[in-house]
């Protein structure tokens, strides 16, 4: 037996239990247990209720079988397409709601219309004696019987939809490779469910018994039921109102934790891990408060490990980057450090700090790709060979877009290619100027010129530190970017240098362990004495 057999059979099972306890059983309990009627009549109503059964059917069933639809497609279907299982999806999540539409449009008027003008008639013609007034109370009758089959239907319905809901998403992924969801859309509020609910549970009982009752007392004297008819609407006013007043407030107890589960999820959608759900709750909402939480606390500790797993990834592949070459070793961690140094002066948010780092970490990637008789040259470079080297910032772009996802590093891209880009346009390898160049390419290129003007190099020794922010002083608005390079000025001078020192030492070691292994020289008959200030900062690469 197929599922979709299945379910068409719990929602006949449904259907029928919910007829039979408010249709035939509370129907059945108002007529003829309020009535003073004859067999003869009895069997007149019985038909009667019969023959509107058939009609109520009839018109149910034709719009059962249009509702039922999209669903029996996606079943009938060998491999139903995405778009066929996305709308049985919606359909079976609408099917609940469809249900009550279905019990308030043909089930009742179905219902009630052909019993009313057949009752309409039966009485008219003297068949029957009940007075005419009656029909309007069984219109009531009707209207609360509907009322309670329609409660019952929707969560008996909602529950039968689920093995379909969970089939459909299967279907779905391996068919399509597509999550079928809703995506927050909310079809019923809790809250109208809960006010609904509450209310008609907590009023179903009292209006059927005025309903009784109205027919018990109506051949009475009106002198006997005129006060019993005051209190009752008094009584039945303040029933109403404490329903009311009870639904309202039991949706509102169960909506306002959840409110606040949707208001701590919305932040950990944006990346907040520090938020927390209220825990002010004593029923199973603490249970459900609490696991939130605890979920939010490893989302936090596998962020934190995977910050520090991408961290130590781009310190490693620069600490690769530069152990090809002793002489620059350490090389792309300082220029980092420098960078954020001057990010800092500067005020940079937080998210602007990190790729800046991973940026100037990465700055020299592209020379990877630069053969090792060019990069590690003994000698000075010719000017062939320094072209090569100047190819090094594209490189670096090219190597680093193969990283998948693509968004992961697209925002360090810019930097990587800018770093060499000079403010008064003669750099490269775009040749930009001014702000045109991406900010972290301007922030990145001062401290490149800063570590590779105090670096030692086999063709000459790093310069004084106070030397080197001379030059980036004497550059700053034709080479450097007028508006940082004075904030790496300021802070270095004010600060003694002691990471130029400490990182000046590093490098005096592993130089003097390196013996004749060289890097890269400056291009032959360029001697570093006459360069320009352009060529001096760039020999870092």
């Avoid at 003297?126 to 969560?155: K, N, Q, R």
């Avoid at 990346?271 to 909402?285: R, S, V």
């Avoid at 940079?348 to 592209?366: F, N, R, S, T, V």
């Avoid at 594209?394 to 880009?421: D, F, M, T």
Wanted: aromatic share 10%; net charge negative.
């Amino acid at each position: 037996m197929t599922l979709f057999t299945l379910f068409i059979k719990r929602l006949v099972r449904n259907y029928l239990f919910g007829s039979s306890a408010a249709v035939l059983g509370v129907g059945s309990v108002l007529l003829f247990s309020t009535l003073e009627v004859s067999v003869r009549e009895t069997w007149i109503l019985l038909g009667v209720m019969i023959s509107s059964l058939m009609i109520m059917f009839s018109f149910e069933l034709a719009l059962f079988y249009r509702h039922i639809g999209p669903i029996r497609r996606a079943f009938s279907e060998g491999e139903p397409g995405i778009l066929v299982l996305k709308q049985a999806y919606i359909q079976t999540h609408r099917f609940p709601i469809l249900s009550v539409q279905r019990i308030f449009g043909p089930h009742l008027f179905g219902l009630a219309v052909p019993s009313g003008t057949m009752l309409y008639l039966l009485i008219r013609k003297g068949t029957v004696s009940i007075p005419m007034d009656y029909l309007w109370l069984g219109a009531a009758g009707a209207l609360l019987v509907a009322s309670m089959h329609a409660l019952i239907e929707f969560f008996l319905t909602n529950h039968a939809i689920r093995p379909v809901l969970v089939h459909l998403r299967q279907q779905s992924a391996v068919l399509h490779q597509t999550d079928l969801s809703l995506d927050g859309q909310v079809l019923v509020s809790i809250q109208r469910k809960f006010q609904l609910s509450a209310f008609l549970i907590g009023t179903f009982p009292l209006f059927l018994f005025m309903l009784a009752s109205q027919i018990r007392l109506s051949d009475l004297p009106e002198g006997y039921t005129a006060d019993y008819y005051k209190w009752a609407a008094i009584i039945l006013a303040v029933c109403v109102a404490f329903s009311s007043l009870g639904a309202w407030l039991l949706s509102r107890d169960v909506k306002e934790p959840i409110r606040d589960l949707y208001a701590s999820l919305d932040q950990v959608r944006n990346g907040d891990f520090e938020t927390a759900a209220p825990d002010i709750y004593t029923d199973e909402f603490s249970q459900l408060v609490a696991g939130f939480n605890h979920m939010v606390r490893g989302l936090k500790f596998r962020e934190q490990m995977n910050n520090q797993l991408i961290s130590s990834y781009f310190t490693t592949l620069a600490a690769a980057l530069d152990a090809r070459d002793p002489y620059t070793a350490g090389h792309s961690e300082r220029v980092a450090r420098y960078s954020v140094l001057i990010g800092t002066e500067a005020g940079l948010p937080e998210a602007e700090m990190e790729l800046l780092q991973k940026a100037a970490l990465l700055h020299d990637i592209g020379k990877i790709g630069v053969r090792d008789t060019v990069l590690l040259k003994e000698g000075r470079l010719t000017d062939e060979e320094f072209e090569l080297i100047k190819l090094h910032p594209v490189l670096g772009e090219n190597i680093l877009k193969q990283i998948e996802p693509a968004e992961a590093l697209a925002a360090i891209l810019p930097g990587v290619r800018s770093h060499h880009e000079q403010y008064n346009g003669r750099g490269y390898p775009d040749r930009l100027a001014g702000e045109d160049i991406p900010l972290l390419g301007r922030i990145i290129a001062i401290a490149d010129a800063y570590d590779a003007m105090t670096s030692d190099r086999p063709y000459r020794k790093g310069m004084p530190v106070e030397k080197a922010l001379g030059i980036l002083e004497e550059g700053s608005g034709t080479q450097w970017d007028p508006a940082f390079t004075p904030l790496f000025i300021r802070q270095m001078r004010a600060s003694a240098t002691p990471l130029e020192a400490a990182g000046r030492e590093g490098r005096s070691a592993m130089q003097a362990a390196a013996g004749s292994e060289s890097g890269p020289a400056v291009p032959a008959g360029s001697g570093s004495e006459q360069r320009s200030l352009a060529s001096a900062a760039s020999d870092a690469g």
